[in-house]
């Protein structure tokens, strides 16, 4: 709900065979994806150039997956072909703090801090050919631009036009108490079962 313009994403196939959640999926636009089956992947992923050549943004996580570790993972080719085939403006956005929000071997999501900031965009065109046009190339410059503005964001500075810098503090997640995991699963049924009924009145 911060990006400016509408625009599509890409998701992982799975969430579509989810009650609720896959139908929300598809009425959001999200463009399913296979990838377990490299050749399906690379052909559902032709969907994404051709919403993107319309002038429809598209939201790629350029690792592909959620990271196991908190940490930058190494970038998928996708998005870079997809930039190639369309000539798009790339413009890389860096969340932190989701992670520790919510570890992958954690049940309860847990209090804390998300800091999500919009790079300044990247037109290839723009760059040398050498980077511009070589698909690795511009993964690894806009690999680098997102690894430097998240050492930025967690030395807890942050760029404040021509007074200066400002503080910003950065606060990671920590564990949820037990009481407060109650109140999460009490919270979760309440909104499940508020779905069940909304689906019997409108059947």
Request: charged letters at 20%; a positive charge; proline letters at 7%.
């Amino acid at each position: 709900d911060s990006f400016p313009q509408f625009f599509k994403s890409i998701g992982k196939d799975d969430i579509f065979l989810m009650p609720y959640v896959g139908w929300m999926a598809y009425v959001y636009g999200i463009l399913p994806i296979d990838r377990k089956h490299r050749h399906e992947a690379i052909k559902q992923l032709g969907r994404a150039t051709r919403v993107c050549a319309s002038g429809v943004a598209v939201a790629l996580s350029p690792e592909g997956t959620r990271s196991k570790t908190g940490q930058l993972m190494r970038f998928k080719k996708g998005p870079f072909y997809v930039q190639a085939e369309t000539s798009a403006i790339v413009t890389p956005l860096v969340i932190l703090g989701n992670y520790e929000l919510w570890p992958p071997n954690y049940l309860f999501t847990c209090p804390g801090q998300v800091v999500m900031r919009y790079l300044p965009p990247i037109d290839p065109s723009s760059l040398p050919p050498s980077i511009g046009q070589n698909k690795d190339e511009l993964s690894r410059y806009v690999r680098k631009q997102m690894f430097e503005a998240i050492d930025e964001i967690m030395s807890g500075s942050e760029e404040g036009g021509k007074e200066g810098r400002k503080k910003r503090k950065y606060a990671p997640g920590g564990e949820l108490t037990w009481w407060l995991r109650g109140v999460n699963w009490a919270c979760m049924c309440l909104f499940w079962l508020m779905v069940e009924a909304a689906w019997v009145v409108v059947t």
